[in-house]
């Protein structure tokens, strides 16, 4: 049947079991806005207010349920705007397929109207791109691209199309999608080896990421936990992999993590990387981190093997595979003084860290305590970041979506948006800072048009939280453009919006809000007044070792 580019476009999209898109039209995407007119009973878009909006939201739908998300731009600014998304995806290898226009073929080159070189330019932050020189290939690149994007370690892919390829006529062949690449083959005795080792720890602790998340095996991961009886430790990705109500679970580990997770982290004899980068906010001082500890990594990246951290033993493939097969291998074993260490860390950080009044910790308690366990939780970057990583309970894999490895401030409310979206217009929930709202606020329109009943918390401390909290314990408190104290009504601006705006400066106002907020089909910003001087405590110095954190 023959069809021209842009109909090829949205026919294999439809294939490939799209149902939402998120973008913004331009000149060179004319021709395929208008086959997504024609074909708007079957394929759903959602225009934002801006391209980098799109992009996070494209981003929170993929991240909060596994598929591939889509976005499409124009050519020029529209997609250099997808930048700064498309960067954040691939940092946390999340898979995406980044649509773009151009212009004419015969105008590349030329410094045509609205011309950028957007493969070039994305080189470095997609997995592969492509550029369509042919209406011919049209189809098989599409193919190509959400089987690269979604195999082995996902991440972003990028299409460039310019627009005569987009008007040109060829044979639609309704193509299938691809099996994904197989991962690599994992054998016995490999697994016999890191067997050994795990049976011979009398401090096991399993370090989990981003990549257990991805791989499904949080069922897998208690499992197999319980059986050698470690402790459970994530990077900050890593939340939701394991629920935080499993005994064994210490949460958060690294520069801001939890005080019993570092220390039992720092302690162990085995540390088990599971998806993991090692990265330096999770190690600080590689030295310390490594002495007179074995390290285990499993992934499905030979790239990340061995870059950060030396390994004692490691396991290249697909952790859905391996974890279960690793479980009939290791000896069923019990570490009761392990244990009765992790207890006396608890019991040390709820003492020091959990005080009473309107604070993150109790305000992010509050919320959670009126949420539902499977409500996905979203954050923008920064001190209120930090604090739902500490503090939230996430029982659920993918109910927490954050920028981990390019800590993208303003990504909070367009991949909330997406999640929203994703769960066919459910109840998400973003944790914010007013430093990070004011980046992309303007994404709450989008929420309002669309009726996604969002709820976002925004922690207001009239300050750049963290960067202030830096600021003052390695720069002599010379506090260099970090108080803001922007005079913005946020109970106004929702309600320009079509939101819904709440103040909230004790709990009793917090609670009252927040019943009103989950029950509401509408946007709801809640406003919540906090004390600039609030810090993200344990904190561990940058580059240096867990004997050196910082608790008050």
Not at 337 to 353: G, I, P, T
Not at 446 to 456: E, F, N, S
Request: proline share 5%; net charge negative.
């Amino acid at each position: 049947m023959q069809k021209n580019g842009a109909e090829i476009v949205v026919e294999t999209l439809i294939n490939h079991g799209v149902t939402d898109v998120f973008g913004y039209p331009g000149g060179a995407v004319l021709d395929l806005y208008d086959a997504l007119y024609k074909n708007s009973s079957r394929i759903n878009h959602y225009i934002t207010c801006h391209e980098q909006g799109a992009a996070h939201a494209a981003d929170g739908y993929a991240r909060s349920t596994g598929k591939v998300g889509v976005v499409i731009a124009t050519s020029g600014p529209g997609a250099t705007n997808l930048v700064t998304g498309v960067a954040t995806a691939y940092l946390d290898s999340v898979p995406m397929v980044a649509i773009t226009g151009n212009v004419p073929l015969p105008l590349i080159g030329k410094d045509s109207f609205q011309e950028v070189d957007i493969t070039g330019i994305t080189m470095p932050i997609t997995k592969h791109n492509f550029f369509v020189k042919n209406v011919n290939e049209l189809e098989e690149i599409i193919c190509d691209a959400f089987q690269i994007a979604a195999s082995g370690r996902p991440g972003p892919v990028l299409i460039d199309i310019p627009k005569n390829i987009q008007s040109e006529m060829y044979e639609f062949k309704g193509k299938n999608p691809r099996p994904l690449f197989p991962p690599n083959i994992v054998y016995d005795d490999k697994l016999a080896e890191v067997a050994e080792i795990i049976n011979s720890a009398r401090r096991p602790y399993i370090y989990c990421g981003g990549g257990a998340v991805i791989s499904n095996v949080s069922q897998e991961l208690a499992m197999f936990a319980e059986k050698i009886d470690a402790v459970i430790g994530c990077s900050m990705m890593g939340l939701s992999a394991v629920s935080s109500s499993n005994p064994l679970a210490l949460g958060m580990t690294g520069m801001h993590g939890t005080y019993a997770s570092s220390k039992m982290k720092s302690e162990a004899d085995v540390i088990i990387g599971i998806g993991v980068r090692f990265s330096d906010r999770a190690t600080g001082d590689k030295v310390a981190y490594q002495k007179d500890t074995k390290i285990i990594h499993i992934d499905i990246d030979d790239a990340e093997i061995d870059k950060n951290i030396p390994t004692t033993c490691s396991v290249l493939g697909d952790i859905k595979a391996i974890i279960p097969r690793l479980t009939k291998l290791v000896n069923a074993n019990k570490h009761d003084d392990w244990h009765k260490l992790a207890l006396k860390y608890k019991e040390f950080a709820n003492e020091k860290f959990n005080q009473g009044g309107f604070n993150p910790r109790n305000i992010i308690k509050t919320v959670c305590k009126a949420a539902t366990p499977d409500t996905v939780v979203a954050t923008d970057v920064g001190q209120h970041q930090m604090w739902t990583a500490q503090y939230y309970d996430f029982e659920h894999p993918r109910t927490f979506l954050t920028s981990g490895g390019l800590g993208t401030m303003g990504f909070g409310v367009g991949a909330t948006n997406g999640a929203s979206v994703a769960m066919k217009n459910g109840k998400t929930v973003l944790f914010t800072g007013d430093g990070s709202f004011h980046m992309n606020l303007n994404e709450v329109a989008t929420a309002v048009r669309y009726k996604l009943p969002i709820v976002i918390i925004l922690m207001n401390n009239s300050v750049l939280g963290m960067v202030r909290q830096w600021q003052e314990l390695f720069y002599d408190k010379r506090y260099s453009q970090t108080i803001m104290d922007r005079p913005t009504n946020y109970v106004k601006l929702a309600d320009a919006f079509g939101a819904v705006g709440y103040d909230a400066s004790t709990q009793a106002e917090l609670e009252t809000a927040l019943q009103v907020a989950f029950k509401s089909e509408k946007p709801v910003i809640i406003n919540c007044i906090i004390d600039s001087e609030e810090k993200v405590l344990p904190m561990i110095p940058p580059g240096k070792a867990v004997s050196d954190m910082i608790i008050d």
